[in-house]
Nanobody, 120 residues
Framework: VQLQASGGGLVQAGGYLRLSCAAS????????MAWYRQAPGKRREWVAI???????DYADSVKGRFTISRENTKNTVSLQMNSLKPEDTAVYYC???????????????WGQGTLVTVSS
């Protein structure tokens, strides 16, 4: 297993959750890690991204409410989700993009997903 996501659950609107994603130590040369989500009946959408040097970006729908952070030494990325809304309900996936220093080739790895349910 390369990426392991955790932290999902059921929360009331206005509440908070913190998701974590741990990448295997063998997964090296990571250039960025990101979170995506997929709501029932909808396409997977990008939520947040963080690069190795700490630059972050967010989808407009979560800006100001979600915070992505990363612990490079442990290949771990977290997503702090505050002020949750029912429309945040989705399966959340973490993704890592790798660019091998030796070859320049790039690869993407996905976690298995963790379900977040926000009740109204």
């Amino acid at each position: 297993v390369q990426l392991q996501a955790s932290g999902g659950g059921l929360v009331q609107a206005g509440g908070y959750l913190r998701l974590s994603c741990a990448a295997s130590e063998s997964l090296r040369d990571i250039v960025h890690m990101a979170w995506y989500r997929q709501a029932p009946g909808k396409r997977r959408e990008w939520v947040a991204i963080i690069s190795t040097d700490g630059n972050t970006d967010y989808a407009d729908s979560v800006k100001g409410r979600f915070t992505i952070s990363r612990e490079n030494t442990k290949n771990t990325v977290s997503l702090q989700m505050n002020s949750l809304k029912p429309e945040d309900t989705a399966v959340y996936y973490c993704k890592a993009r790798q660019r091998l220093l030796s070859t320049g080739k790039e690869y993407e790895y996905w976690g298995q997903g963790t379900l977040v349910t926000v009740s109204s």
